[in-house]
């Protein structure tokens, strides 16, 4: 019986396992990763029974099953890894010392009279319906996401952001990319959420607004085409917006 033998470091062990386990159980409850990585623990946990029993074969089985779907793990866990790292980038980015460390990754400012022209655009295709879906940059660059779509370098402007979104235009079918006064692309291509727990009502538009906030720093704005509903997304959390009033004031509280 002498793996029963337990000290105060095999406590720590366990207290050190049993929050790792807790994190990744968090980082991604609701998504579809959820029932992979329960197998996995179960896995895990017979294979260290069948150990301590000395069931070699068991033991030797199991093993060899972890050992070669680490690869395939990494595979199915791609979009939570990615995001769990990000998560603990701009973890640290909100850190006093790394902000001092990185002044130059201070995020993008707007304008107040870009803001005003972004919410007043909003405002006339909320009345409308005009579905749209807006990606304002701050610190991440999103040249990735850029690169999908159709460059545009225009000033922003009311007009243009509705002529954008028009449901007649080619340019009407995607996000469209806001950096300082610039509008940087449109007809973007924005990842897709894979959260479970959000309702059904949430469209396209909303998915990949959140997807895409999921992954870097970006502020999100999405027009309902089908209820003319407004939202507001940041860090993953979607807000409904009541009134333009409202957008303006999360528009202004950038974390510098």
């Known amino acids: 019986m002498g793996f029963l033998h337990f000290t105060f470091i095999d406590l720590i062990d366990i207290i050190l ?36 029993l000395n069931m070699r074969m068991i033991s030797a089985l199991l093993g060899a099953i972890l050992d070669v779907g680490a690869l395939a793990i990494i595979i199915i866990f791609q979009p939570e890894i990615r995001r769990f790292l990000n998560n603990i980038g701009k973890t640290a980015g909100n850190n006093t010392l790394v902000k001092h460390l990185l002044r130059n990754r201070n995020a993008e400012s707007i304008d107040s009279s ?13 009345r409308k319906k005009t579905g749209a879906l807006i990606v304002i940059r701050r610190r991440d660059n999103l040249q990735s996401i850029i690169a999908t779509g159709d460059s545009i370098d225009a000033k922003v402007g009311e007009r ?68 003319g509903h407004v939202s507001f997304v940041r860090g993953s959390e979607l807000t409904r917006i009541e009134n333009p009033n409202t957008l303006k004031l999360k528009l202004q509280a950038n974390d510098e």
């Open 17 to 52: 396992v049993a929050a790792v386990i807790f994190i990744i159980f968090r980082w991604i409850r609701g998504s579809s990763a959820m029932n992979i990585f329960i197998a996995i623990i179960i896995l895990f946990l017979v294979r260290v029974l069948a150990t301590a």
């Open 114 to 126: 870009v803001i005003s022209d972004v919410v007043s655009a909003v405002d006339q295709m909320s």
């Open 160 to 227: 243009l952001i509705m002529n954008i979104f028009f449901k007649n235009s080619p340019l009407h079918d995607g996000a469209m990319i806001i950096g300082g006064d610039r509008i940087v692309a449109a007809r973007c291509t924005l990842p897709i959420t894979e959260r479970l727990d959000l309702p059904a009502s949430y469209g396209m538009r909303h998915r990949a607004a959140i997807g895409i906030a999921e992954q870097c720093d970006a502020d999100v704005i999405v027009v309902s085409e089908e209820t």
